[in-house]
Structure formats: C-alpha cells, structure tokens
C-alpha cells in the first residue's frame, strides 16, 4: 500500500515554516507506524501536488527527513520510509522527550512541578 497523505490531515500554523510541519507530521506518523517500514512515498511533484504546495517546500521535508535517516531514496526507484528500527525507535524517543520538555516548561510557567500539573489537570467525575 502507497502513502496517501491529504492536506486536512493536519493542521498548519501560519507562524511556522511549512516544510518543518510537514516533517514533525511524517516523522510521528513514522514513529505511530501510520508509515510503515519500507513503504514508498510519493515523488517529491507527485506529493507537492496532491497538498497543494510547492514542489520545494517537499523536497526540503523530503532533505530534513533524509538527514535523520526517516527515510531512503533509491535513484530510480523512489524514496522509502527507512526499515531500520533502531532509526525510528530513536526518532520516537526524540519526540518524547521533546514533549516532557514542553510539559517541564508549561509546568514551570505556572510554578508547579510537572506532577502538581498533571494532577490539576486531571478531569474528575462528578
């Protein structure tokens, strides 16, 4: 089964550049194992198309996921999301801890540990 990736699939923040959107989108969808290993992405035209953006915009998500070893691109054939697991298992670790440091900051912000946050976040049932 091929990648299908729609542009209501997420949601963009006009504050931020897309094409790091688009790789914090995929590399949880690699890591959630929505992309499974080995399966083939679209071409870079193929994908700009398909979400309407330019075709520069994918290939520099397409870079920045090829640099952390997400995915492969194989001449000729097309590019792949990567069967290594070590990869993708070190790809998920990195986006936890990126959220218990957003948790840290959030918890800090309002004086609280990162427990007392939990804790006053938790919905009770009346």
Do not use: G, Q, T
């Given at each position: 089964?091929?990648?299908?990736?729609?542009?209501?699939?997420f949601r963009i923040d006009p504050s931020r550049p897309l094409y790091e959107q688009f790789v914090e989108q995929l590399r949880a969808d690699i890591a959630r194992g929505v992309l499974a290993p080995g399966i083939r992405l679209?071409?870079?035209?193929?994908l700009a198309a398909t979400i309407r953006v330019n075709p520069t915009t994918v290939m520099k998500t397409y870079q920045e996921l090829e640099r952390s070893q997400l995915i492969v691109t194989y001449r000729g054939q097309g590019t792949f999301v990567t069967k290594d697991e070590k990869v993708i298992r070190e790809s998920k670790r990195a986006i936890a801890r990126e959220a218990v440091r957003k948790l840290r900051e959030t918890a800090e912000s309002l004086d609280l540990t990162v427990e007392q946050l939990l804790e006053l976040a938790q919905v009770k049932e009346e």
């Open positions: 089964m091929d990648f299908i990736w729609k542009p209501d699939h679209p071409s870079v035209r193929e």
